[in-house]
Structures are given as C-alpha cells and as structure tokens.
C-alpha cells in the first residue's frame, strides 16, 4: 500500500472512533465542554481530542451503574456468559482495527498491539465460562448442628481505574469479571489512551450490555472525578492498575467509605540465569519479558541475574537480538520496537540509563536517544550495572535491560528479593528442583520458570508486597467482584 493509502486509512479510522463520554449506553459531552488531546507518541501529532468527565459526570455515571444493577445482577449466569462471550467474538472480529488504534494512541508495535487485543478478548471468553461457575458451599456447624449456607452475591457498583500501557487488556481484565460476577462498572481510562475503550463501547452494545452496564468516563481529572466516586456510598469495589504511587492514593481514599480494593501496582522483576540454564531458551525468554510492549510493563524483566559462567555468552547473545530490532513508527512493516508513550517516559528512561552509565555501567548496545521527532529510546543492553544504579530499584518502564552477575544460589535470592515490589519473578535452569525449591523462596506473586511471559486469563495474576493486593483472571478474578453471605439455617 502507498504512504498516502495508508495515511487515509488511519484517518478513516480515527474519524470513526467516538471521542464522547459513554453513560447510561449513550454518548454525551462532558458537564463543562471540556476536552482533551490524545497524541500518537510516534509523529507527536494530535490525533483525537476526548471529552473530559467531571465531577457531576462522575456522579452521572455512578448513578447510571446503581440503576442498571438491579437487572443486570437479576439476570441468569448464563444469559450474563452469553453477553460476554459474544463480546469475545465482536472483540476478536475487530481485533485488527483495535490493534491499530491501540498503537496510535500508545505507540508499541503493531504486532505487539495485535498480542494485546487477543490478551484483552480472552479475558471476555474465560469470564463467559466462569459468570456459570459462582458455586458456594454448605456445611453443618460443628457445635449447633445448623446448616452454615455461603453464597457470593455481586458487590455492586465498580469503579476501575486503568493505565495506558494496555489500554485494551488491563480494562478487560476488570470488566470481564465484574460483568461475569453481576456487577456495573464505571471505567476511567487512561488519558493517554482513551480511545481504545470509547472504541470498545459499541461492541459491548451490539453483544447485548444493558446501557448503564459499563460508563466510560476519561478524564483529565482523574484525582477529583475518582475520589468523588469513592466516596459515593453506592460505590462498593475500586479496582485500579497502576502505579505503586497512585495505589496508595486510592487505599487511602477507599479507607473513608471502606471500599473493597484491588490493586495491581508495579514490579521490579529480576531475571536469573542459573550456570546450568538453556542459554537459548533464557535468550528467547529475555526478549519477550523485556520487550513486550518496549518494556513498559509491570511485568517487564527489570534486573538480570546472570551465574558468572554463562554471563559472557548470555551478554553477547542478548546484544545481538536487542541491536538487531527495528525501531520506528509502531504502524510500519517489520518495526519491533515503537515509542515510547509520551515525553515523560522516554525522559526517565534517558535519565536512569545516563546515572547508571555515570556509575560506571558499560553500554553494550543503545543508550542513547534518537532525537528528532516521536519519543523514542533504542533497545539497549547495559552490562556490570553497579548495585547503586537507581534502575535496579525504580521501574525502568522502557527497552533496557541491566545486567549483574552472581555466584550463588542464595546470594541471588536475597538479591532478587531485595525490593518493596513483588509482582513476577523469571528463573531460568535445567534443574526442575532447583526451579521449584528457588520459586518458593522468591517473594512474588507469579513465577515464570523458564518462561518468560506468565500472563493467562486462566491464571491468577497479582503482586505481593507493594505490587498490589488481590487477583485478576483464573476464578479468583471474579471474586474481586462478589460479596460472600452466609446464612445460618435450621430446617
Ligand atoms: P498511573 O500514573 O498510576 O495511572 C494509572 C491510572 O490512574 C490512570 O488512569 C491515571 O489517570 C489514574 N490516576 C492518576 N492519578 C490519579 C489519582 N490521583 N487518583 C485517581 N486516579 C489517578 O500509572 P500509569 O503511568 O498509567 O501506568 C504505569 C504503571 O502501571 C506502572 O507502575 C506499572 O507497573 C503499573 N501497571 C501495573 C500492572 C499490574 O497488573 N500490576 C499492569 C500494568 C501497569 P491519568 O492518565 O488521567 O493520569
């Protein structure tokens, strides 16, 4: 296709995204007119201007979810399951359309866009064949002899609050189950990537979601219009991705009216290579727990661990795969590595390479910025990173991958578990028992033993310590979003 086919064919579908406020299953302007601009991180373009919720669209949408609860809660699991998984099939139909407007309003690669939307549809698929699994429990008391009866009910109206790394996926995530459980949402998106969910809204009509169901409210806001929200006492859930940072906030804001919380907050992940690993495999794994989505992930592989006798193979070899990316306009053929999603990402990440270079990391492929126009940041290897270099604390939350060495087994762990963050921890090593007797000695939520991608819908994905609290996907996912009763009967 011709520059300029393709340059109309982005214009088409961008003139057809919605850019409105979606309350109540319609679409509307926010209270006070305002709006804002979404710009493509690649030309640094405007590429769409959103209507801003307020705090009274806030409460408009607050009120649109409690009137829809009722009957969405009153409807059969499997009428509920039905509705979502016909929105997994529109989702997956429109998945190359969605991919497209995801990388023109984040940037990442078209192909990583293209991993995302079928991430994102399955979380509506797996929610479809869990909405029929809300199973309880019966017992007998042991002392009374009564009939202890525990069902789960849905909490009520959802607040969720998403980030722009996935604008797609670390939405569904939430909506999935919060439908699945019977519950309305009302959704803030990021506001550096709205689109992608206005852009979803009618789709979720068309599977049949009641208007009220799911809001959409983005706003440049965001503090005002969410604590109004958690401070409406119709409010019973916040379920927020984000950084550590905001998540307190929240805790702290969702302490007043004592709303439950589920937070998925950053990581630090470490990245051990064990002497006896498959270097290859380790090499394939590296890529892809750093690289998706140019490392701007929780999940992105943060500090490498590597045994001093496969340092030297594991450096060169991870070299040549980050060296040899292309990077550019995430829309182009073959490009790997797009921009970064805004200015101030690729700054820091800038910034936290050169202290790290100034204490005396060598850089063995990258580490400089481009310039010119779009933010982007090359992929870039830093080996013998010393221990005071603020990337091994901080998230990097771009394409550069730091490498340490090690020599032991429980050096490494202590190293590795040296951080506030525990949300996922990679390992790589032949030896199964090592793998198992290691992974249960590392403080994170998730483990990937020589895997280097754990996202699954059908598994249960979280953080300990400052990386969050609770768990989003497998049936876990859906308990976020039910209230356990017991009734104590005698018959
Ligand atoms: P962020 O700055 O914390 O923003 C996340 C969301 O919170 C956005 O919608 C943002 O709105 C909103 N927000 C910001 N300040 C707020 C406030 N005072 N009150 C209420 N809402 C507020 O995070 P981000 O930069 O978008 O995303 C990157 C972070 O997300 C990283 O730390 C990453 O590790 C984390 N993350 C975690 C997971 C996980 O599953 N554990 C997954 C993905 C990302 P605005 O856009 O309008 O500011």
């Known amino acids: 296709m011709t520059r300029r086919k393709v340059r109309i064919m982005y214009e088409n579908l961008l003139a057809n995204v919605p850019t409105d406020l979606w309350i109540d299953g319609k679409w509307r302007k926010s209270s006070d007119n305002q709006r804002f601009d979404v710009t493509d991180p690649a030309t640094e373009k ?58 023109l309003e984040n940037g990442k690669a078209l192909s990583d866009s293209r991993g995302e939307i079928a991430y994102a549809a399955e979380f509506f698929r797996w929610y479809a064949e869990e909405a029929v699994r809300n199973l309880g429990q019966i017992s007998v008391a042991p002392a009374s002899g009564a009939r202890i009866v525990a069902q789960h009910r849905p909490s009520g109206v959802c607040v969720l609050v998403t980030p722009w790394n996935f604008p797609a996926a670390m939405a569904t995530r939430k909506i999935g189950p919060a439908l699945a459980a019977g519950c309305p949402v009302v959704l803030k998106p990021a506001s550096d990537t709205p689109l992608t969910m206005l852009a979803l809204m009618p789709i979720l009509e068309e599977a049949g979601v009641p208007p009220g169901v799911v809001n959409v409210i983005p706003s440049r806001s965001s503090g005002k219009v969410v604590s109004t929200m958690l401070h409406d006492p119709r409010v019973r859930v916040v379920s927020f991705t984000g950084s550590t940072e905001v998540g307190r906030k929240l805790l702290h804001e969702a302490a007043d009216n004592v709303v439950k919380s589920a937070m998925e907050l950053g990581g630090n992940a470490p990245f051990i290579v064990f002497d006896d690993a498959d270097i290859d ?46 990077m550019g306009n995430g829309l182009d053929d073959g490009v790997a590595l797009g921009p970064l999603v805004n200015a101030e990402g690729r700054d820091k990440v800038i910034e936290l390479v050169e202290d790290a270079v100034k204490k005396g990391a060598k850089v063995l492929t990258g580490g400089k910025a481009p310039g010119g126009t779009g933010f982007f940041y090359p992929a870039t290897v830093l080996d013998n990173v010393p221990d005071s270099a603020a990337l091994l604390n901080d998230e990097i939350f771009g394409p550069v991958a730091a490498i340490q060495t090690f020599k032991a087994e429980d050096e490494v762990i202590k190293r590795a578990n040296d951080t506030e963050y525990g949300l996922v921890a990679y390992l790589y090593t032949k030896d199964l028992t090592r793998g198992m007797r290691v992974s249960e000695k590392l403080d994170f939520g998730m483990i990937g033993l020589n895997r280097g991608l754990v996202s699954d819908p059908a598994a249960p994905f979280g953080g300990m310590k400052q990386s969050g609290i609770g768990r989003e996907g497998a049936h876990e996912g859906m308990m976020e979003f039910l209230e356990t009763q017991y009734v104590s009967v005698s018959w």
């Open 46 to 103: 405007v590429i769409a201007s959103v209507a801003s919720a307020t705090v009274e669209d806030a409460k408009a949408a607050v009120d649109a979810a409690q009137n829809a609860f009722a009957g969405w809660a009153a409807r059969k699991p499997r009428e509920r399951a039905e509705i979502l998984r016909k929105a997994y099939e529109l989702t997956i139909r429109d998945a190359e359309r969605f991919a497209k407007l995801i990388t």
């Open 281 to 326: 495999a380790a090499i394939d794994g590296a890529m892809i727990a750093k690289m998706r989505n140019m490392g701007e992930a929780c999940t992105a592989a943060n500090r490498f661990y590597v045994h001093e006798k496969v340092h030297d193979e594991f450096a060169k070899k991870l070299t040549a795969k980050m060296s040899g990316l292309k």
